[in-house]
């Protein structure tokens, strides 16, 4: 979890990698609605939000009926990957994998990247109801993260980031948009009702663009689950 440009996604992939974890990434490439978004944010915004929401349901509910029918201890769990039809299933020896990695939980999707279209006027009051009310019937069943890992970078670090990765759609993002965007993250945060919640400083790691600055993240990553929780099945740490 963390603000756009703050690594997410690079950061699901490298912990998916390390610990064997499966991976299951946010497909905005496929959000044909996302560059229009950009370009007119009122008329776009419902369309967008709503893509990214039920894909991610339609993730989350895949995984849930995978974790059911194990009948095992879900912090144990190993998954055969094919059986979640994700892309690139990140494979161990056996063929199998431990635990699930998920590039930007739903709740950020919901509490953070749509409020702040209603909250902007880019979302009005009737789509903003209706956009709650497919979340709120589907929340109750979806498999809930034993842990938020949040990449806490600053605004500053963030549009250095935004303006280096050359979407060009993203050029047009007002400050307003980020700085709101932030400050709902952190008021989400507080607000969680999930026990562990891992922060990392990342301004001065740009894991995207360095190899070094990969390594202090995975070792930043190992020392905080230490010191936040110990069930997790880390392998190598």
């Known amino acids: 979890m ?28 496929e959000n044909a609605f996302l560059p229009r978004f950009y370009k007119r944010m009122n008329r776009w915004a ?78 009005d009051d009737a789509e903003w109801r209706l956009y709650q009310t497919i979340y709120t019937s589907f929340e109750p069943h979806l498999p809930k993260p034993d842990l938020i890992i949040y990449l806490d970078t600053s605004l500053s670090e963030i549009e250095k980031r935004i303006a280096s990765r050359g979407r060009g759609y993203e050029k047009r993002i007002p400050k307003k948009y980020l700085e709101l965007l932030d400050s709902l993250n952190q ?11 891992l ?3 990342t301004d001065n790691l740009n894991i995207v663009a360095s190899k070094t600055a990969q390594k202090e993240f995975i070792h930043r990553l190992c020392l905080g689950l230490k010191n936040v929780v110990s069930h997790f099945n880390v392998l190598t740490c």
Not at 8 to 26: G, N, P, S
Not at 187 to 197: A, D, I, S, T
Request: no cysteine.
């Open 46 to 123: 419902f369309h967008s939000q709503t893509f990214f929401l039920m894909e991610k349901m339609t993730q989350l509910s895949a995984i849930g009926v995978i974790l059911n029918k194990s009948g095992v201890d879900r912090k144990n769990v190993i998954l055969n990957p094919d059986s979640i039809g994700v892309k690139d299933p990140v494979r161990d020896r056996r063929n199998h994998i431990y635990g699930i990695v998920q590039d930007t939980p739903i709740e950020q999707d919901v509490f953070s990247y749509a409020k702040v279209q209603h909250i902007l006027g880019n979302m």
């Open 187 to 197: 008021e989400w945060l507080k607000k969680n009702k999930y026990p562990h919640v």
């Open 199 to 201: 922060k990392i400083k």
């Open 2 to 29: 963390g603000t756009m440009g703050s690594g997410k996604t690079t950061a699901a992939r490298l912990i998916a990698q390390k610990f064997r974890y499966h991976l299951v990434e946010e497909n905005f490439g």
